[in-house]
């Protein structure tokens, strides 16, 4: 099971939980996102096997690929309306790790999918809401039943102590990962890195 944490962006915290064992860790580049990051944060402050992960709002090509150099990521999310066509573009420009996050509210939300079924290499599904990302709440995951699609996704949106049990429930056969943000966070952008331990030895019958 892939772990990713989101909305990394302190240096001393970025190498604390990097040294918990997951895999990838995901860099906010939307501006209006409190978890935004500020400055170039180097290799050198995470371990060398997690995974930097960039995350973009309907951001443009050139933006991206140009965060992809100067903060040396190895993957790209898009957390916005992004159109299967716009993911090919990443993949023709060489971005290897192409994670497409898609809002869910109800199983309407789940129509898109077939179409970027063998461009991107993972959804994330996360809680529909106004500020694409972030929220901190879990939308219904009964709503996955419907998902037969063929693309492995990561289960986002409010993952957090609270529902422990009910991930521990969970079962889909293209369920391959959580993304953990916000219910970590001491403050926005900086995770509680006890609270993480407890939490991957809490669900470690998953992992
Ligand atoms: O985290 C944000 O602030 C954010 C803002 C805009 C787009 C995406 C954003 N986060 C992307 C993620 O992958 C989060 O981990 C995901 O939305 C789940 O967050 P949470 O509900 O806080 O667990």
């Given at each position: 099971?892939?772990?990713?944490?989101?909305?990394?962006?302190?240096?001393?915290?970025?190498?604390?939980?990097?040294?918990?064992?997951?895999?990838?860790?995901?860099?906010?580049?939307y501006?209006?996102?409190?978890?935004?990051?500020?400055r170039?944060?180097?290799?050198?402050?995470?371990?060398?096997?997690?995974?930097?992960?960039?995350?973009?709002?309907?951001?443009?090509?050139?933006?991206?690929l140009?965060?992809?150099?100067?903060?040396?990521?190895?993957g790209?999310?898009?957390?916005?309306?992004?159109?299967?066509?716009?993911?090919?573009?990443?993949?023709?420009?060489?971005?290897?790790?192409?994670?497409?996050?898609?809002?869910?509210?109800?199983?309407?939300?789940?129509?898109?999918?077939?179409?970027?079924?063998?461009?991107?290499?993972?959804?994330?599904?996360?809680?529909?809401?106004?500020?694409?990302?972030?929220?901190?709440?879990?939308?219904?995951?009964?709503?996955?039943?419907?998902?037969?699609?063929?693309?492995?996704?990561?289960?986002?949106?409010?993952?957090g102590?609270?529902?422990?049990?009910?991930?521990?429930?969970?079962?889909?056969?293209?369920?391959?990962?959580?993304?953990?943000?916000?219910?970590?966070?001491?403050?926005?952008?900086?995770?509680?890195?006890?609270?993480?331990?407890?939490?991957?030895?809490?669900?470690?019958?998953?992992?």
């Open positions: 099971m892939i772990v990713k944490v989101c909305g990394m962006r302190d240096a001393d915290n970025i190498r604390q939980v990097a040294q918990l064992g997951i895999h990838m860790m995901g860099f906010i580049f501006q209006k996102s409190p978890r935004c990051v500020s170039p944060v180097s290799r050198c402050e995470a371990d060398a096997g997690v995974e930097r992960i960039g995350v973009f709002v309907n951001d443009s090509v050139m933006h991206i140009q965060c992809i150099n100067d903060y040396n990521l190895n790209v999310q898009l957390h916005g309306q992004e159109p299967p066509e716009f993911c090919r573009q990443l993949k023709a420009n060489g971005v290897e790790l192409l994670l497409k996050a898609l809002s869910v509210a109800s199983v309407n939300d789940l129509k898109q999918c077939g179409a970027y079924d063998g461009i991107v290499d993972y959804f994330v599904f996360d809680t529909k809401t106004p500020d694409y990302g972030g929220s901190g709440k879990c939308f219904d995951w009964e709503v996955l039943r419907h998902y037969k699609g063929t693309t492995p996704f990561l289960l986002s949106g409010g993952l102590m609270h529902n422990t049990e009910e991930l521990l429930r969970f079962q889909h056969p293209r369920w391959c990962g959580i993304d953990l943000n916000s219910c970590f966070e001491v403050a926005p952008g900086h995770k509680d890195v006890a609270l993480l331990k407890q939490y991957l030895q809490t669900v470690r019958e998953i992992l």
